[in-house]
T-cell receptor
Framework: DVKVTQSSRYLVKRTGEKVFLECVQD?????MFWYRQDPGLGLRLIYF???????EKGDIPEGYSVSREKKERFSLILESASTNQTSMYLC??????????FGSGTRLTVV | GQNIDQPTEMTATEGAIVQINCTYQ??????LFWYQQHAGEAPTFLSY????GLEEKGRFSSFLSRSKGYSYLLLKELQMKDSASYLC??????????FGRGTSLIVHP
């Protein structure tokens, strides 16, 4: 089974802090994704990556950046956290025609 | 675009059958996914339909009609543990799924 591991289940950060959300997968998948999920809005794609050092903007990239220095690790960075970035963040890998495998999620609260 | 519509919430009784619908407007897609998501947890894969018709997996079945722009997830012999959100997602040409907002299913005794 593919394992997608997000380093933190719950995080509380202060407004203006730089926040790193880490995601590691163990199945050598090329495609990795970051979503946020909010009530009534569903899953929204922030950034994705098809390969090392490669990144593409999703639907809502503003206020975020990403890093993919190694194939197994895809990091989401909030340069200066704001309260409207309080959300559930989900990392996923994708295998074509088999869909996503998600990490367990990080619930981030910005105060 | 790929507008995807699902009912926001449904309720059903333990032991019953429930059908969760998903309609969409799109110019083309590879296939359609259904995911289950329990509260506070990550979505998990349920089914993937490429061709029209019904795919059955135990208590869960998924149906797709490309000509009608319509899919449904059928849950039989409902159990309390089936209370969850059910997400419909279309897989586009780049293999990136686009998700609907999900249907929250509440199963009561």
């Amino acid at each position: 089974d593919v394992k997608v591991t997000q380093s933190s289940r719950y995080l509380v950060k202060r407004t203006g802090e730089k926040v790193f959300l880490e995601c590691v997968q163990d199945m050598d998948h090329e495609n990795m994704f970051w979503y946020r999920q909010d009530p009534g809005l569903g899953l929204r794609l922030i950034y994705f990556s098809y390969d090392v050092k490669m990144k593409e903007k999703g639907d809502i990239p503003e206020g975020y950046s990403v890093s993919r220095e190694k194939k197994e690790r895809f990091s989401l960075i909030l340069e200066s956290a704001s309260t409207n970035q309080t959300s559930m963040y989900l990392c996923a890998t994708l295998r074509e025609n088999y869909g996503y495998t998600f990490g367990s999620g990080t619930r981030l609260t910005v105060v | 675009g790929q507008n995807i519509d699902q009912p926001t919430e449904m309720t059903a009784t333990e032991g019953a059958i429930v059908q969760i619908n998903c309609t969409y407007q799109t110019s083309g897609f590879n296939g359609l996914f259904w995911y289950q998501q329990h509260a506070g947890e990550a979505p998990t894969f349920l089914s993937y339909n490429v061709l029209d018709g019904l795919e059955e997996k135990g208590r869960f079945s998924s149906f797709l009609s490309r000509s009608k722009g319509y899919s449904y997830l059928l849950l039989k012999e409902l159990q309390m543990k089936d209370s969850a959100s059910y997400l419909c997602a279309l897989e586009g040409g780049s293999y990136i799924p686009t998700f609907g907002r999900g249907t929250s299913l509440i199963v009561h005794p």
